[in-house]
Structures are given as C-alpha cells and as structure tokens.
C-alpha cells in the first residue's frame, strides 16, 4: 500500500537547468574580471573535471581557486540576490505535468520536500500548483537540509504516515533517493534521458554549452552515492504508472 507520495522541486516538478545556467554564468563573470584568458568553456571543463572525480560543491570550489575569499562572498550574494528576483524565471513549469499531478492526487496525498529557498513556495501558489500538496517542507523554511533526514522525518511527522507506505520522488541519489531511503521510504529515480527532455532548449551559445556539459558530466557528483531507489524512470509523466506498481509490492509496516 501507498498513501503518500512525496516530490522534490529542482529538476522534478521545476526545470532547475535556467537557474544553475545563471550560477555558472555569474561567477564566469566575476572570475573573468580577475582572469580576463579564463574562458566559460574552461570553467565548463573544470566542472566536468571536478565532478568526474566526486566533488561536491563545484561552484565554490572553482570560486576559491579563482577568487579571493571577498571577491567569491560578493559574487555568491550578487547571484542569490538576482536568482531569488526572478524565481519563476529561472524555475521552470512545464504544463503538460498538469495531469500527473491530477493523477497522483486522484490517488495518494501529496507533499513536497525541497531544498529551495522560501520563494518557492510563493512560486507555488502563482502558478496554482500549491493546493496540490498537503505537506510541503522548503529547506530554508524549516532551516533543515537534504541529504540531513531529519527533513525527511519532519515531513513524515506532519503526514502522519507509516514511511514504508510513502514514496519519495527525485532526481539525485545522494539528495533525495539515500536519506529517503534511510528514513524507510520507497524511492524512484527521475533520470532524464538529457537536459533538453525537460523542455528549456536555449539559444544563448553559453546556456547550450552548459547543457551539453550537463549531459557529457552530471552538474552535481558524477559519483553514484547512496541507496539504490526502488525504480527509474524517465520522465515525470511516468510518475503515476511507477507509484501504482510500487503499491502492488507489500511491504511490513514500521514498527
């Protein structure tokens, strides 16, 4: 049985791909005015480089190599500041999800658990998604942050549900798929087959490097960390379909 279905937001329910172009772009920006020869192609690489081999953090990373420790603090506040004032900008809803969500909802109870500031959940409510969910934990809401579970169990508290008839839905296995996991719930794995499946197809020469970045080297760890999740999937639209078969697979409730 299933009576809960948890989502996280970047790269799930939003497309994310906008918001870490503009984080790349910045710094790009800011260490270009110490490096002028420092190419975006070259920050692109040592990303890459950086992430092939497990690092977590990337942005602050290359920003410490490049930059100094004032220069990295100004370009970090100057890139939050910017992408907090244009939230749904940078945070894309794809229509076409419409009916997932009322598919899910026609079935389960719903609730959100995100690492995302607390404009998110303004965002929510402007495009009429946040009625959707019962529960909805927003990290800098709840000043609790994934992987920590606790954000996990907080969210579990307000359901009021037994985990293991819970899902949680992500696009990371670090993030999302091993502290669920940890916290007994089932899992499935959102992996998209590449960044333009999700819809956000830039002319912007710089923006369809990233992707093409992203899509030769994962933007976070290209590492596997973590809990295998109990299914993959594809696409979110798919979402319903793998719910259903995880509900048919009984599992001993928690004591």
Request: proline letters at 5%; charged letters at 25%.
């Amino acid at each position: 049985m299933i009576d809960w279905v948890f989502l996280d937001v970047g790269n799930v329910l939003f497309n994310d791909d906008p918001q870490n172009f503009e984080a790349y772009r910045l710094l790009h920006e800011a260490i270009e005015a110490r490096h002028p020869d420092y190419s975006f192609d070259a920050l692109l690489a040592e990303r890459e480089e950086l992430a092939r081999g497990g690092a977590n953090w990337i942005l602050n990373k290359i920003a410490r190599r490049l930059l100094t420790e004032d220069e990295s603090k100004a370009a970090f506040l100057t890139t939050r500041e910017f992408l907090l004032n244009n939230y749904d900008r940078h945070h894309l809803w794809d229509e076409r999800f419409w009916g997932m969500l009322e598919q899910l909802r026609a079935r389960w109870q719903l609730g959100i658990i995100a690492n995302q500031p607390i404009e998110c959940r303004n965002s929510l409510a402007r495009r009429g998604l946040l009625d959707f969910f019962e529960v909805v934990a927003i990290s800098d809401e709840l000043q609790l942050h994934k992987p920590d579970v606790a954000i996990y169990k907080w969210a579990l508290d307000e359901a009021g549900c037994d985990p293991s008839r819970t899902v949680m839905i992500g696009d990371r296995r670090d993030n999302d798929i091993d502290p669920a996991h940890r916290a007994s719930m089932r899992t499935i794995l959102l992996q998209w087959p590449s960044c333009r499946s999700q819809g956000w197809n830039p002319q912007d020469p710089r923006a369809a490097a990233f992707l093409d970045s992203c899509d030769r080297v994962p933007l976070f760890s290209a590492v596997p960390v973590g809990a295998e999740p109990d299914l993959t999937i594809t696409s979110l639209e798919q979402a319903p379909a793998a719910v259903a078969k995880l509900a048919q697979i009984d599992r001993p409730q928690s004591v």
